[in-house]
């Protein structure tokens, strides 16, 4: 295999416009998008995060949506295996790989490189969120500070879901996650045109409110409710998306639907912001608007002669 195989890479925060960009370019270009949102991996929740229809896509192949189960996980390192394999399986049929997603990391561990650790058994994951929601995150992170104080210090105390990730990656390989990512990473076989959609937040905020609605009107909590019927544990990874953790809220009547509605909105931009801060510390990115369809495709068009 030649290395630096060309590579688009469509990123932006949630909203911004990244599937209607995908599809044009679809239009003209013979490519297969490959998902790079970790929430679009969950097979129970389509509509919710907001993964391409049936519909759209039909104008081209799109790979790894809806691949996960709501109790599976996939780390950065895993996203980049994954992902890496898809792209050069496409390029050998002679399609242009087309990553698409707002997940940042993602992108940095398939072009920058990420410790390739090892898959950790859901058992021991399942451990260390359950004793998350038993003790809190401040007494994990407590525990984090004395077997990883590396990690520890570069995590606040209150973020869940980073602190039981270095928790469980020590507990399932007897080395810590700051051993891992010290380690040297593989280069990229991939040259990639590194696209970044952007939008002011305050021009996302419509848009972001708007999509809520569309995603109620086409099912999203008859989706969350049959998903419950598959599996009711809140503290499966699969609910802890932006969406998904208020509509279990709602179902299990913490929440009334009004309330609901307006939390899923507020975490939505709450995320769109921190979206739109990871982005713009970003290097090497081309900065459009999701309008300017014309220039995508040029951008596009020079880089892969």
Not at 125 to 138: N, Q
Request: hydrophobic share 40%.
């Amino acid at each position: 295999m030649s290395h630096f195989l060309p590579l688009i890479c469509l990123m932006g925060p949630t909203g911004a416009g990244k599937t209607a960009a995908s599809l044009a370019l679809a239009e003209e270009f013979p490519v297969t998008v490959i998902n790079a949102d970790s929430r679009q991996f969950y097979r129970d929740f389509p509509i919710i995060t907001a993964q391409p229809t049936a519909a759209e896509r039909a104008g081209c192949p799109h790979r790894l949506f809806g691949c996960l189960e709501t109790h599976e996980t996939l780390g950065a390192g895993e996203f980049a295996r994954l992902a890496g394999k898809t792209a050069i399986t496409e390029h050998a049929k002679g399609r242009l790989p087309l990553l698409v997603g707002g997940t940042g990391l993602y992108f940095r561990a398939l072009l920058d490189g990420i410790a390739s650790i090892p898959a950790v058994p859901e058992e021991v994951a399942a451990h260390w969120r359950t004793r998350c929601a038993l003790e809190g995150a401040g007494a994990l992170h407590r525990i984090l500070a004395e077997v990883d104080p590396a990690s520890a210090e570069r995590l606040h105390p209150n973020d869940r879901q980073r602190i039981c990730r270095a928790l469980e990656v020590w507990d399932a390989t007897g080395k810590t996650l700051s051993w891992w990512h010290d380690r040297p990473q593989d280069p990229s076989p991939f040259r990639a045109l590194r696209l970044c959609l952007e939008l002011p937040l305050i021009a996302l905020e419509p848009r972001l409110d708007r999509r809520i609605d569309l995603m109620l009107q086409a099912g999203a909590l008859d989706e969350a409710r049959a998903a419950l019927k598959r599996r009711a544990d809140s503290l499966a990874p699969g609910w802890s998306g932006i969406g998904c953790r208020e509509l279990f809220s709602h179902l299990a009547g913490d929440l009334t639907f009004a309330e609901c509605r307006d939390l899923w909105l507020r975490n939505t931009r709450a995320y769109a912001k921190r979206q739109l801060t990871w982005f713009r510390a970003e290097t090497g990115l081309i900065r459009l608007a999701p309008d300017d369809l014309g220039q995508i495709r040029d951008l596009v068009r020079r880089h892969c002669k």
